[in-house]
């Protein structure tokens, strides 16, 4: 059966980005928790930024849960600031972190090129991992490239993060597909190779280093591989 669909993963096969939460330049967000009432330094607010997140990757590393950027920003006013923010506040100081990490998100140039030799011949979905449900999609949008994409599918939204079954339950029960018509690619072997592959959908890993374990034939040395290997 030929494959109708493309879901692909966005951090890392759509877009290049750092993964760091404090590398990218918080300027903007220390000023904002300066504002509020907190005394922290720089350097510390991003210590205890980064201390407060682990946390929660940590709960989410057990079961695959995901959890809203909103928890850990809550725990972490409530310590930088010595009192419960009010849900506003939280707000605010997600979306201006959110907006400083992005910096270190960078488009691929000739993506759109691709987008839309591959839409001419299958439907197009993104399936990530995120904690802020803006993020994917705006991201999309500055591209220029939301409207390409049947949907964004994402596991703050789901409540879990791959590779738990139930994200790409999900993404094929929006989409109104069987695994079997659906590639999946990504860049990250767990969540992108092996779980889809386990849900019955046929992965391609983006691997240029060739450090995991998958056939030749569907591995990828980047996204723009993938034409010549859907045939």
Same mark, same amino acid.
């Given at each position: 059966?030929?494959? *109708?669909?493309?879901?692909?993963?966005?951090?890392?096969?759509?877009? !290049?980005?750092?993964?760091?939460?404090?590398?990218?330049?918080? !300027?903007?967000?220390? +000023?904002?928790?300066? #504002?509020?009432?907190?005394?922290? #330094?720089? !350097?510390?607010?991003?210590?205890?930024?980064?201390?407060?997140?682990?946390?929660?990757?940590?709960?989410? @590393?057990?079961?695959? %849960?995901?959890?809203?950027?909103? $928890?850990?920003?809550?725990?972490?006013?409530?310590?930088?600031?010595?009192?419960? /923010?009010? /849900?506003? $506040?939280?707000?605010?100081?997600? +979306?201006?972190?959110?907006?400083?990490?992005?910096?270190?998100?960078? &488009?691929?140039?000739?993506?759109? @090129?691709?987008?839309?030799?591959?839409?001419?011949?299958?439907?197009?979905? =993104?399936?990530?991992?995120?904690?802020?449900? /803006?993020?994917?999609?705006?991201?999309?949008?500055?591209?220029?490239?939301? !409207?390409?994409?049947?949907?964004?599918? *994402?596991?703050?939204?789901?409540?879990? %993060?791959?590779?738990?079954?139930?994200? &790409?339950?999900?993404?094929?029960? =929006?989409?109104?597909? $069987?695994? #079997?018509? +659906? =590639?999946? =690619?990504?860049?990250?072997?767990?969540?992108?190779?092996?779980?889809?592959?386990?849900?019955?959908?046929?992965?391609?890993?983006?691997?240029?280093? %060739?450090?995991?374990?998958?056939?030749?034939?569907?591995?990828?040395?980047?996204?723009?591989?993938?034409?010549? %290997?859907?045939?």
């Amino acid at each position: 059966m030929r494959p *109708t669909h493309i879901l692909f993963d966005f951090f890392g096969t759509l877009v !290049d980005y750092s993964p760091s939460r404090t590398d990218q330049g918080y !300027d903007a967000t220390h +000023a904002l928790l300066r #504002s509020l009432g907190a005394t922290v #330094s720089y !350097d510390g607010f991003l210590t205890v930024w980064s201390d407060a997140c682990a946390v929660f990757d940590g709960l989410s @590393d057990q079961d695959d %849960r995901e959890f809203s950027m909103l $928890e850990p920003g809550t725990a972490f006013l409530r310590e930088v600031l010595g009192r419960q /923010p009010a /849900p506003e $506040e939280t707000e605010e100081f997600v +979306a201006t972190y959110v907006r400083e990490w992005s910096a270190g998100v960078h &488009y691929l140039p000739g993506l759109a @090129d691709l987008v839309a030799e591959l839409s001419a011949r299958h439907r197009l979905a =993104v399936v990530s991992n995120t904690h802020h449900p /803006p993020l994917v999609p705006g991201h999309l949008a500055n591209m220029g490239l939301l !409207d390409a994409f049947d949907a964004v599918v *994402t596991s703050v939204e789901v409540g879990w %993060r791959k590779p738990h079954p139930k994200i &790409y339950a999900t993404a094929l029960d =929006v989409l109104g597909i $069987e695994a #079997s018509a +659906a =590639v999946f =690619v990504g860049d990250t072997y767990g969540p992108d190779y092996e779980g889809p592959e386990r849900h019955g959908m046929t992965a391609f890993l983006i691997d240029p280093g %060739r450090s995991a374990s998958v056939p030749d034939g569907r591995r990828l040395a980047s996204v723009f591989d993938l034409p010549a %290997r859907l045939g």
